[in-house]
């Protein structure tokens, strides 16, 4: 809100007519009993797109409550259907002659209006009293509620500056290709409006290894700048993010030392095993070299058996 600090007595003027409507409109809304009263609009400003048609903006809707009114600004479409395309809520009963409200701007679904979005305004109340003693939602048609088209102003969609981090960039500013990048702008006489449209350059020639056409491509390329990655650690993926995590557990420390590399270590010198394991390894040991010696004692009496009955056969041959 701020105050209308200008030609104060044309304000006063347009509390006894219509004024912002059209002389061609009534104000009178959809059902017929409630007619706009004269001093509560006492003007109004729309900066709206290029795109725009200054003369199909209308009063659309008034919420006349005890302490409060809204205020609602429509938009006639070629196809006779309507959208509202900015509002101003909670305007005080009380509210100050020829006090100034913001228009705030209705997001638009449909990308054929989406720069409505971005469209401000002012309106001016005179007087409230007459309104709220009228307590409703009223609507009005575009033929009642249709706006003086010098009350609308075209062009807000201009580029004002270009940001990049906490760069703020304004006034001349020139657009350079860079590698593999095309700019190709293109200017259309019927809208004033210059389009530039970025692309890949496939046939130009740079440091790259391959040319950027697709998304193999730009893969092929980052594995010949940087190599090719890890995909998976013994079959397991890599989180979300892309992402491994190595971890040391039980006095196992995991460093990378270097640019690349890691480095797995045991800083608590602390054994594999207790004592009682190696009891059992001891003992598990004896074992082994009893049936080692059992083993032995066979074989060398096998051997002694052998030999005794070589000597007999050689004996049964003479």
């Known amino acids: 809100m701020s105050e209308y600090i200008v030609l104060q007595e044309w304000l006063d003027q347009n509390s006894t007519r219509n004024f912002p409507l059209d002389d061609s409109a009534?104000?009178?809304?959809?059902?017929?009993y409630f007619?706009?009263?004269?001093?509560?609009?006492?003007?109004?400003?729309?900066c709206a797109p290029l795109s725009a048609d200054p003369?199909?903006?209308?009063?659309?809707?008034?919420?006349?409550?005890t302490?409060?009114?809204?205020?609602?600004?429509?938009?006639?479409?070629?196809?006779?259907?309507?959208?509202?395309?900015?509002?101003?809520?909670?305007?005080?009963?009380?509210?100050?002659?020829?006090?100034?409200?913001?228009?705030?701007?209705?997001?638009?679904?449909?990308?054929?209006?989406?720069?409505?979005?971005?469209?401000?305004?002012?309106?001016?109340i005179g007087s409230c009293e007459q309104t709220i003693q009228h307590p409703g939602q009223w609507n009005f048609t575009y033929a009642q509620g249709r706006i003086v088209s010098a009350r609308v102003s075209r062009g807000l969609?201009?580029?004002?500056?270009?940001?990049?981090?906490?760069?703020?960039?304004?006034?001349?500013?020139?657009?350079?290709?860079?590698?593999?990048?095309?700019?190709?702008?293109?200017?259309?006489?019927?809208?004033?409006t210059t389009t530039i449209v970025i692309s890949a350059d496939i046939g130009g020639?740079?440091?790259?290894?391959?040319?950027?056409?697709?998304?193999?491509?730009?893969?092929?390329?980052?594995?010949?700048e940087y190599g090719r990655p890890i995909a998976t650690i013994n079959g397991i993926k890599p989180d979300p993010s892309f992402n491994f995590t190595l971890t040391g557990l039980d006095c196992t420390s995991v460093t990378a030392p270097a640019s690349y590399g890691i480095s797995v270590a045991n800083p608590c010198a602390k054994p594999c095993c207790d004592k009682s394991m190696l009891d059992n390894a001891y003992t598990a040991l004896s074992e082994l070299n009893l049936r080692f010696a059992r083993m032995e004692a066979y074989y060398t009496?096998?051997?002694r058996n052998l030999n005794d009955l070589q000597a007999r056969l050689v004996a049964l041959q003479l």
């Open 26 to 32: 009534g104000g009178l809304d959809t059902t017929g």
């Open 205 to 224: 020639t740079d440091s790259l290894a391959y040319p950027l056409v697709d998304d193999a491509s730009i893969l092929n390329n980052l594995v010949a």
């Open 67 to 124: 302490r409060f009114i809204d205020i609602a600004i429509g938009y006639l479409k070629p196809d006779l259907t309507t959208i509202t395309v900015a509002k101003v809520t909670g305007i005080p009963a009380d509210s100050a002659r020829n006090t100034t409200y913001q228009l705030e701007p209705v997001a638009q679904s449909d990308p054929v209006y989406r720069e409505f979005g971005l469209s401000t305004g002012v309106v001016v």
């Open 157 to 192: 969609s201009v580029v004002q500056s270009i940001s990049n981090g906490t760069d703020i960039f304004t006034g001349n500013i020139v657009l350079k290709e860079g590698s593999n990048v095309r700019l190709t702008p293109s200017y259309d006489a019927l809208t004033d």
């Open 55 to 65: 003369d199909k903006f209308f009063l659309a809707q008034v919420v006349a409550r």
């Open 35 to 46: 007619s706009l009263p004269p001093p509560l609009l006492v003007d109004l400003f729309i």
């Open 301 to 303: 009496e096998l051997s």
